[in-house]
């Protein structure tokens, strides 16, 4: 997937209706930074699942019970350092 060609598209799509604004002295497009936001959040997601797998909080194993299939990742901690998931079905933050 080219990312900068999806982006243009959302640009031409939008044409301009009140969603641009300026950003020093450069007219930028609303739609493409809350894109270019949601594609960041999604590698973040991404990148903590993978290093909680590689540190055994969570399992690639569907039949263990820390299977990263049955969490959602919920962001950083409030200092930075953790990445919290939530389990989809008790709702608690066990991992």
Do not use: H
């Not at 209706?17 to 894109?35: H, S, W």
């Not at 409030?78 to 939530?86: A, L, P, R, S």
């Amino acid at each position: 997937m080219n990312e900068n060609k999806d982006l243009k598209n959302i640009c031409q799509s939008c044409e301009r209706q009140g969603k641009c604004f300026f950003e020093r002295n450069n007219l930028v497009c609303k739609k493409i930074v809350e894109a270019e936001k949601e594609l960041n959040q999604r590698k973040q997601a991404d990148l903590a699942f993978e290093k909680a797998i590689w540190q055994g909080r969570l399992s690639e194993n569907p039949k263990a019970e820390n299977y990263a299939g049955k969490y959602m990742y919920m962001g950083k901690s409030e200092n930075g350092q953790y990445d919290n998931f939530k389990n989809i079905i008790t709702r608690r933050y066990d991992v």
